[in-house]
């Protein structure tokens, strides 16, 4: 069995990776079937470039890391990916910043973490990079000489070719893309985003899974990301998880709660998702005392423009909300700005009535499916979902929403808490066949499954385009 090497903007964790979630928990138990190696950054900030990087080996598997200088980290980092590619990819062309200095520092790094990573790596590893940090690493490694197997995942979304053109730089990161050997996408629709890139931008041609252009050629697949389904059902079942949902309920005097959890991001449809509460409280006085909407949303990015907007937004309408529907002994919008464990998330998810996940556009979103995998069968609670998280297509038995359509949303969120135990039940019912079936093991296994067959790379793969 090949070894494998993992590539990510951060390495996450070996010893307690169940803690961290079901990526973390995926790649560790790979990495430890194949005592393979995690490269990328370590967090930590240097004065100057280091030469190698740091390495560790626990249990047969080796972390290793390098730092950053604060230059990198504003232009590659903070710059390129986050002001750069992340607006663009999640559909937010208004806040993406064209900034030629960040291009120039997002490629700097990437060629830095392959000329760090080139000397570590053996000749049949298989090589598995991650996210919009890392698009033309490849492309640098192809350059050195790399001829092992290359693959590469996007956890977010892949932009549609009219908005990817608006890129100055777009050409040149597709013609990096194909320097792999393999590209996994969330969905269909960011997959047919990529090959309506490839065919009508890049001349390319498609014959089935395989995509040629720049004179070069990729499998493109989409591999939809699940999480530790059995392993988070079962913490939601644990007595400290229902400890924590029992000091709740009792807070909340066994009022219905409605519960968002995500990272403080205009990408989630926050304020649009306080407001389609706030309609519902207006048009539905029924469920005045009898709900309680729990949102936590921890801070990310916090001294970036648009982060520190967003937060001000949305404490101004939770003050609103609560100022103008409060009672004495009732408040309908709990807000809570900073993280909690998994742990306790997953009792907070099994307690609440409704799971509220109306991301404005998502890769995939995790938190739906693990809202659904905490429920209790007997007594489950419904998802309400936007129609553009990722996860959509597979959770069709939520009630899908249009996060834009505020009243549309509040209807959704009344027939939630009015929807009869026998329907609730089969929902979940089929929500947690697919959780089962398309679990982060079996995403892990089918990435690497097809990395593994595809054929030898060809020199010639990576040059120029004829």
Request: hydrophobic residues 45%; proline residues 5%; contains cysteine.
């Amino acid at each position: 069995m090949s070894r494998l090497v993992v590539v990510s903007n951060r390495v996450g964790p070996l010893r307690g990776a169940a803690r961290a979630g079901g990526l973390a928990v995926a790649l560790a138990d790979a990495l430890q079937r194949r005592r393979g190696l995690w490269f990328g950054w370590s967090g930590e900030l240097a004065e100057s470039p280091a030469v190698r990087a740091r390495t560790q080996t626990t249990a047969g598997v080796t972390r290793a890391t390098l730092d950053l200088t604060q230059a990198e980290l504003d232009d590659y980092y903070n710059g390129f990916a986050n002001r750069c590619l992340w607006p663009l990819f999640h559909y937010r062309l208004d806040l993406a910043a064209f900034d030629r200095r960040f291009y120039d520092g997002y490629q700097r790094v990437n060629r830095r973490f392959a000329q760090t990573l080139a000397p570590l790596l053996h000749d049949d590893d298989l090589v598995w990079v991650h996210d919009y940090h890392l698009l033309p690493f490849a492309e640098t490694l192809r350059e050195m000489g790399a001829q092992q197997k290359l693959g590469f995942f996007l956890h977010i979304p892949f932009p549609v070719r009219e908005l990817l053109t608006a890129l100055p730089s777009a050409d040149r990161l597709v013609r990096a893309l194909m320097a792999y050997d393999l590209i996994g996408f969330q969905t269909e629709g960011d997959l047919q985003a990529f090959r309506d890139y490839v065919l009508r931008e890049a001349g390319g041609i498609i014959d089935g899974e395989t995509l040629r252009a720049y004179g070069r050629k990729v499998i493109a697949r989409a591999f939809p990301i699940g999480i530790d389904t059995a392993q988070f059902a079962q913490m939601a079942r644990s007595e400290d998880a229902r400890r924590d949902a029992e000091r709740l309920k009792a807070a909340i005097f066994n009022r219905a709660q409605i519960i968002g959890v995500d990272r403080l991001d205009y990408t989630k449809g926050l304020p649009e998702r306080f407001l389609a509460y706030q309609k519902l409280l207006e048009d539905y006085p029924d469920a005045h005392g009898q709900v309680s909407f729990l949102q936590i949303a921890p801070t990310s990015r916090g001294d970036v423009p648009e982060y520190v907007h967003i937060r001000e937004e949305l404490e101004t309408l939770a003050g609103h909300i609560n100022g103008r529907f409060a009672q004495f002994d009732w408040t309908p919008l709990r807000y809570i700005n900073r993280a909690i464990t998994r742990r306790q998330l997953a009792g907070l998810y099994r307690m609440s009535h409704i799971g509220f996940v109306t991301p404005l556009r998502d890769g995939m979103n995790l938190v739906a499916k693990e809202y659904v995998a905490a429920q209790d069968p007997v007594d489950p609670g419904v998802l309400v979902l936007s129609r553009f998280a990722g996860c959509a297509r597979q959770m069709t038995a939520a009630l899908i929403v249009n996060p834009y359509d505020v009243a549309g949303v509040a209807e959704a969120l009344q027939t939630a808490r009015h929807m009869a135990v026998e329907e609730r039940r089969e929902r979940h019912a089929e929500l947690m066949r697919g959780l089962i079936e398309n679990d982060v093991s079996r995403w892990c296994d089918d990435f690497l499954g097809v990395l593994d067959r595809v054929g030898p790379h060809a020199p010639g793969d990576a040059g120029p385009s004829a």
